[in-house]
């Protein structure tokens, strides 16, 4: 099973990026993907995931800012918005085993290589 994540890069505070996750391997279709990041010096840190359609979980510090969406049962997308500095990281897509929605590492089996965003003040 592979994970390739893409879409990253340097913006400036305020713009906007979209990253995207394509799997395979194997088949996700009703099992949950979802986007982690880690900062330099700082540990991995989820931020967004998704089963299906509106069946999404945010972290508290993206809410209104990033979007996830899924267009298919193997391919899915971060659209981040109104970017900051803080969001500077290496963005990582994971895909899980499970039905129900978690914002734990552990709960994903699949990781991708990540991609680098860097938000400059």
């Known amino acids: 099973v592979q994970l390739q994540a893409s879409g990253g890069g340097l913006v400036q505070a305020g713009g906007s990026l979209r990253l995207s996750c394509a799997a395979s391997?194997?088949?996700?279709?009703?099992?949950?993907m979802g986007w982690f990041r880690q900062a330099p010096g700082k540990e991995r840190e989820f931020v967004a995931a998704i089963r299906s359609g509106s069946n999404t979980l945010y972290t508290e510090s993206v809410k209104g800012r990033f979007t996830i969406s899924r267009d298919n049962a193997n391919t899915v997308y971060l659209q981040m918005n109104s970017l900051e500095p803080e969001d500077t990281a290496v963005y990582y897509c994971?895909?899980?085993?499970?039905?129900?929605?978690?914002?734990?590492?552990?709960?994903?089996?699949?990781w991708g290589q990540g991609t680098q965003v860097t938000v400059s003040s």
């Open positions: 994971a895909g899980s085993t499970m039905t129900l929605l978690t914002s734990l590492p552990a709960r994903y089996r699949y």
């Open positions: 391997g194997r088949t996700f279709s009703s099992h949950v």
